[in-house]
């Protein structure tokens, strides 16, 4: 009986043993399925956070560009109310239309004295707008007074505009100087740039994005308490990964999760879990197959052996620890990462990776984190065994046991050294010359206020040097764009050599270059490196295109004695530069305070020039040209005149410099030609011999506007002969440029139109290069004229132009004749024609008619 029973209950021992075998396994294999499970659900959320970071980093820079874009835009409207006060009608238009053409995110550009919009560009579809009071609207008021109290932009919106539609709103804040020429000091008023949001955030990536689903918060700029700027408004409900970007007067956050969303994945959701799990039900049945201890231990084993190759095929680095935090496992990806192997590290805690980037207080709340909620995520700093410091995106969990015990703490991390280096490239775009090196206008701002503040704490002085070269135009039109990029890297080149470790060079712009000369202990110690920075220039450049020669003229400005701030010293740089170049180039001047006031009056005259434009006031006069020989009528030189209403008729010496600089001779010169045209159609219709009518042509007129079909317009508008004109250039124009210039001359001849050249002699032109031009006279200085037949130089170089010009088959007319003496001199040497105070002074149009009539009287 007893053996009976045995031998039925040794059986279902041995059925019972092996189905709890078979369960043992099956959870051994679901536990290890869970871990796996686990970090390859926080693998793949790393993995794509890490992606998300990195693209909306480069959406990030994008936005940037795009605002600052609009930001600068204002800035010229800006600047030149603070310094002129109220502008023009006309002014503001012209310039809101330029930068709203240079800019198509700009919708509006407000001009509003005493925060009432006085005028809009454009007006077209947004007059409802024009009379508006800010204070009437609280939802714009708060923006505008938030400006007036910081006297910087400040970012407004999106808002609904009283037009219609929304936009946001760049209120710039305006503040009259107390040196500009208003007159006035004080708040002003601002400028409001109204930028269409759908398609600012259109281009800086925030729409349309195929990779992502990004929304940006910050109404007003007031960043995670501001309403929704625009986006996906689901985003931030969703934990995405956010960044900051400055805006005028705060900043907006930005938030992003893939356009498929988060991996969402749970641990039993991974395939290593479906893996782990099979393998679990195959050890199982292996096991209640067998029912042997020995096999549940193999089976066990090679689950774990899976487990392990798993992990050790990862990219991403694995580190397990036990609950005291000491090292038990990592992965191949972890020494290919950090450079240790798993021998150097076991037994040893993660701090051996410790770079002492962040503080204790950062690893403090770091363990709060995992402790209280089980996981930490972010990016760390961490070491190589190298030495070499690298950023990591790492997670950390908490692996606990069933009675809620730590047994594990498992870290998983991805180096992110390569969006580091991204993020680090754009931010040198933005403030590196790309062509150069050298640092741009932002970050030449940056270190001069640097420079200050350490001068005014160590008691030193800075100078700020502002180079232009001289000549690099000529070498630029002429040989190319790539040879001038080539030019300005040697330049930049030899900028750096003449200077110490300390100073900075920098490229502000085309071939604006400048220098910072720190820790200075009196301006004067300036003086031998400006003269290493002249000497170093002036040498031949030798380059792709061949060999190249320029000059630099340089201005300087030094803290504290030639402005107390950033802004002052180079507006005051500038304005000695522009005395240097003025001063015969390739030399340099010091700031003198009487230089502000030349620039002033040059801003001034610049500004009433384009009012003048605009009104027309300018008047063209006429001298009579004759004979030498015969002393018969030939024709007349067309010279303008300025008619201010204030300051009455000014001579062409006061105006005609700035506006060639300004290029304002370009609408000027238009001018001439048209009123030239109208009188010609006059006089020739009422049957008057007007002979040829010579018309000055500057420089900018050749070089970058369409002077021949400007010429061929008014001869077809005016039903005039071609041969009514004469063209006449400076040699110097010429020689700037010589293929262009010559290309423009014989296009003028093609349209039967006659050139000169006019004052002769005073420029550095090759004869045998003016023989290969299309002209036909040449006109002799009245600096050679003034003191004939007394002056023996004066009468070598007549003699050498008269005879020169007709060895090279031009005529020969003479400028300034006021004596009967000069006449005769010039007669018998042989010279052609001439003009001056001896036969008729300059007349307005009207008496030049008169004049005409009468002589066509006595010769009838």
């Given at each position: 009986m007893?053996?009976?029973?045995?031998?039925?209950?040794?059986?279902?021992?041995?059925?019972?043993?092996?189905?709890?075998?078979?369960?043992?396994?099956?959870?051994?294999?679901?536990?290890?399925?869970?871990?796996?499970?686990?970090?390859?659900?926080?693998?793949?959320?790393?993995?794509?956070?890490?992606r998300?970071?990195?693209?909306?980093?480069?959406?990030?820079?994008?936005?940037?560009?795009?605002?600052k874009?609009?930001?600068?835009?204002?800035d010229?409207?800006?600047?030149?109310?603070?310094?002129?006060?109220?502008?023009?009608?006309?002014?503001?238009?012209?310039?809101?239309?330029?930068?709203?053409?240079?800019?198509?995110?700009?919708?509006?550009?407000?001009?509003?004295?005493?925060?009432?919009?006085?005028?809009?560009?454009?007006l077209?579809?947004?007059?409802?707008?024009?009379?508006?009071?800010?204070?009437?609207?609280?939802?714009?008021?708060t923006?505008?007074?938030?400006?007036?109290?910081?006297?910087?932009?400040?970012?407004?919106?999106?808002?609904?505009?009283?037009?219609?539609?929304?936009?946001?709103?760049?209120?710039?804040?305006?503040?009259?100087?107390?040196?500009?020429?208003?007159?006035?000091?004080?708040?002003?008023?601002?400028?409001?740039?109204?930028?269409?949001?759908?398609?600012?955030?259109a281009?800086?990536?925030?729409?349309?994005?195929?990779?992502?689903?990004?929304?940006?918060?910050?109404?007003?700029?007031?960043?995670?308490?501001?309403?929704?700027?625009?986006?996906?408004?689901?985003?931030f409900?969703?934990?995405?990964?956010?960044?900051?970007?400055?805006?005028?007067?705060?900043?907006?956050?930005?938030?992003?999760?893939?356009?498929?969303?988060?991996?969402r994945?749970?641990?039993?959701?991974?395939?290593?879990?479906?893996?782990?799990?099979?393998?679990?039900?195959?050890?199982?049945?292996?096991?209640?197959?067998?029912?042997?201890?020995?096999?549940?231990?193999?089976?066990?084993h090679?689950?774990?052996?899976?487990?392990?190759?798993?992990?050790?095929?990862?990219?991403?680095?694995?580190?397990?620890?036990?609950?005291?935090?000491?090292?038990?496992?990592?992965?191949?990806?972890?020494?290919?990462?950090?450079?240790?192997?798993?021998?150097?590290?076991?037994?040893?805690?993660?701090?051996?990776?410790?770079?002492?980037?962040q503080?204790?207080?950062?690893?403090?709340?770091?363990?709060?984190?995992?402790?209280?909620?089980?996981?930490?995520?972010?990016?760390?700093?961490?070491?190589?065994?190298?030495?070499?410091?690298?950023?990591?995106?790492?997670?950390?969990?908490?692996?606990?046991?069933?009675?809620?015990?730590?047994?594990?703490?498992?870290?998983v991390?991805?180096?992110?050294?390569?969006?580091?280096?991204?993020?680090?490239?754009?931010?040198?775009?933005?403030?590196?010359?790309?062509?150069?090196?050298?640092?741009?206008?932002v970050?030449?701002?940056?270190?001069?206020?640097?420079?200050?503040?350490?001068?005014?704490?160590?008691?030193?002085?800075?100078?700020?040097?502002?180079?232009?070269?001289?000549?690099?135009?000529?070498?630029?039109?002429?040989?190319?764009?790539?040879?001038?990029?080539?030019?300005?890297?040697?330049?930049?080149?030899?900028?750096?050599?003449?200077?110490?470790?300390?100073?900075?060079?920098?490229?502000?712009?085309?071939?604006?270059?400048?220098?910072?000369?720190?820790?200075?202990?009196?301006?004067?110690d300036?003086?031998?490196?400006?003269?290493?920075?002249?000497?170093?220039?002036q040498?031949?450049?030798?380059?792709?295109?061949?060999?190249?020669?320029?000059?630099s003229?340089?201005?300087?400005?030094?803290?504290?004695?030639?402005?107390?701030?950033?802004t002052?010293?180079?507006?005051?740089?500038?304005?000695?530069?522009?005395?240097?170049?003025?001063?015969?180039?390739?030399?340099?001047?010091?700031?003198?305070?009487?230089?502000?006031?030349?620039?002033?009056?040059?801003?001034?005259?610049?500004?009433?020039?384009?009012?003048?434009?605009?009104?027309?006031?300018?008047?063209?006069?006429?001298?009579?040209?004759?004979?030498?020989?015969?002393?018969?009528?030939?024709?007349?030189?067309?010279?303008?005149?300025?008619?201010?209403?204030?300051?009455?008729?000014?001579?062409?010496?006061?105006?005609?410099?700035?506006?060639?600089?300004?290029?304002?001779?370009?609408?000027?010169?238009?001018?001439?030609?048209?009123?030239?045209?109208?009188?010609?159609?006059?006089?020739?219709?009422?049957?008057l011999?007007?002979?040829?009518?010579?018309?000055?042509?500057?420089?900018?007129?050749?070089?970058?506007?369409?002077?021949?079909?400007?010429?061929?317009?008014?001869?077809?508008?005016?039903?005039l002969?071609?041969?009514?004109?004469?063209?006449?250039?400076?040699?110097?124009?010429?020689?700037?440029?010589?293929d262009?210039?010559?290309?423009?001359?014989?296009?003028?001849?093609?349209?039967?139109?006659?050139?000169?050249?006019d004052?002769?002699?005073?420029?550095?032109?090759?004869?045998?290069?003016?023989?290969?031009?299309?002209i036909?006279?040449?006109?002799?200085?009245?600096?050679?004229?003034?003191?004939?037949?007394?002056?023996?130089?004066?009468?070598?170089?007549?003699?050498?132009?008269?005879a020169?010009?007709?060895?090279?088959?031009?005529?020969?007319?003479?400028?300034g004749?006021?004596?009967?003496?000069?006449?005769?001199?010039?007669?018998?040497?042989?010279?052609?024609?001439?003009?001056?105070?001896?036969?008729?002074?300059?007349?307005?149009?009207?008496?030049?008619?008169?004049?005409?009539?009468?002589?066509?009287?006595?010769?009838?």
């Amino acid at each position: 009986m007893p053996t009976t029973v045995a031998n039925r209950l040794v059986p279902a021992f041995h059925r019972w043993l092996s189905w709890l075998a078979a369960a043992a396994v099956l959870l051994v294999g679901t536990a290890v399925g869970l871990v796996l499970g686990s970090l390859d659900a926080a693998r793949a959320l790393s993995e794509a956070r890490s992606r998300t970071i990195a693209e909306l980093a480069t959406v990030q820079a994008q936005l940037d560009g795009v605002l600052k874009q609009a930001i600068v835009g204002g800035d010229g409207i800006v600047h030149l109310i603070q310094h002129q006060g109220d502008l023009p009608p006309h002014l503001f238009d012209a310039m809101a239309k330029q930068t709203i053409a240079d800019q198509r995110l700009i919708r509006t550009i407000a001009y509003a004295p005493n925060n009432v919009i006085a005028r809009l560009y454009p007006l077209q579809g947004n007059e409802k707008a024009l009379g508006l009071d800010y204070r009437s609207i609280p939802e714009q008021w708060t923006t505008v007074e938030r400006a007036m109290q910081s006297g910087t932009p400040v970012l407004s919106g999106p808002v609904s505009l009283v037009q219609g539609g929304r936009a946001v709103i760049i209120r710039a804040p305006v503040v009259l100087r107390e040196d500009g020429i208003s007159g006035r000091s004080g708040y002003w008023g601002s400028v409001s740039i109204a930028g269409n949001i759908e398609t600012i955030l259109a281009d800086g990536g925030v729409t349309g994005s195929q990779a992502l689903r990004i929304a940006v918060r910050g109404k007003d700029g007031r960043g995670e308490e501001g309403d929704l700027v625009g986006g996906d408004p689901g985003v931030f409900a969703d934990e995405p990964v956010k960044t900051r970007l400055g805006v005028p007067g705060g900043y907006w956050v930005l938030a992003a999760t893939p356009m498929e969303g988060w991996p969402r994945m749970a641990a039993f959701e991974s395939q290593y879990f479906v893996i782990a799990v099979l393998n679990s039900l195959l050890l199982a049945w292996l096991a209640n197959l067998l029912v042997a201890r020995v096999t549940e231990r193999k089976r066990s084993h090679d689950a774990l052996q899976l487990a392990s190759t798993i992990v050790e095929s990862t990219a991403d680095g694995v580190v397990v620890t036990d609950p005291r935090g000491n090292i038990i496992a990592t992965n191949p990806a972890f020494t290919e990462i950090t450079g240790y192997s798993a021998d150097e590290v076991r037994g040893r805690t993660p701090s051996v990776l410790k770079s002492d980037r962040q503080e204790e207080d950062f690893y403090g709340q770091l363990w709060a984190s995992i402790l209280t909620a089980g996981e930490w995520q972010g990016e760390i700093w961490n070491r190589r065994k190298s030495g070499e410091v690298y950023p990591e995106w790492l997670t950390i969990s908490a692996v606990r046991g069933s009675g809620g015990e730590i047994r594990n703490f498992v870290g998983v991390f991805s180096d992110i050294s390569a969006i580091k280096r991204t993020q680090a490239d754009l931010e040198r775009l933005a403030h590196f010359d790309p062509l150069t090196s050298l640092p741009n206008r932002v970050l030449f701002h940056d270190r001069v206020q640097h420079a200050l503040e350490r001068a005014q704490r160590y008691g030193h002085r800075v100078g700020v040097l502002l180079l232009d070269l001289d000549g690099f135009k000529t070498i630029n039109d002429s040989l190319g764009h790539p040879v001038g990029d080539q030019l300005l890297q040697l330049v930049a080149a030899r900028l750096g050599t003449c200077v110490r470790v300390e100073d900075t060079v920098a490229r502000l712009g085309g071939d604006e270059f400048a220098v910072i000369l720190s820790e200075l202990g009196d301006g004067a110690d300036a003086i031998e490196v400006i003269r290493r920075i002249l000497a170093a220039i002036q040498v031949p450049f030798e380059m792709a295109g061949g060999t190249g020669m320029v000059t630099s003229s340089i201005g300087v400005a030094v803290f504290p004695d030639d402005g107390p701030n950033v802004t002052e010293l180079i507006r005051n740089a500038d304005a000695a530069m522009y005395e240097a170049k003025g001063a015969g180039r390739n030399t340099y001047r010091f700031y003198q305070r009487n230089m502000t006031a030349e620039a002033q009056k040059r801003l001034h005259t610049e500004s009433s020039l384009r009012r003048a434009i605009d009104r027309k006031e300018f008047e063209v006069w006429y001298q009579p040209q004759f004979s030498l020989v015969d002393g018969a009528y030939l024709g007349a030189e067309a010279l303008v005149r300025w008619r201010d209403p204030e300051r009455g008729l000014i001579p062409p010496g006061d105006f005609i410099p700035l506006a060639e600089r300004s290029g304002l001779v370009i609408p000027l010169g238009e001018q001439v030609l048209e009123q030239v045209g109208a009188a010609a159609r006059r006089w020739l219709d009422e049957g008057l011999e007007i002979g040829r009518i010579g018309v000055n042509v500057a420089g900018p007129q050749i070089d970058r506007s369409d002077i021949v079909a400007t010429l061929r317009a008014v001869i077809e508008h005016w039903r005039l002969p071609p041969s009514v004109f004469e063209i006449e250039i400076t040699e110097t124009v010429i020689m700037e440029n010589p293929d262009h210039g010559r290309r423009v001359l014989n296009d003028i001849m093609a349209l039967g139109i006659t050139t000169a050249i006019d004052d002769f002699g005073t420029g550095y032109s090759s004869l045998a290069y003016l023989k290969r031009l299309p002209i036909g006279t040449i006109k002799l200085d009245r600096a050679f004229v003034n003191d004939l037949p007394d002056d023996p130089s004066d009468i070598a170089i007549s003699r050498a132009v008269i005879a020169l010009g007709h060895s090279l088959g031009f005529k020969v007319i003479a400028e300034g004749i006021e004596t009967e003496a000069q006449r005769r001199f010039l007669r018998e040497e042989g010279c052609d024609e001439g003009q001056g105070y001896l036969f008729a002074r300059p007349m307005p149009a009207a008496e030049f008619g008169q004049w005409l009539r009468a002589l066509s009287t006595l010769t009838s």
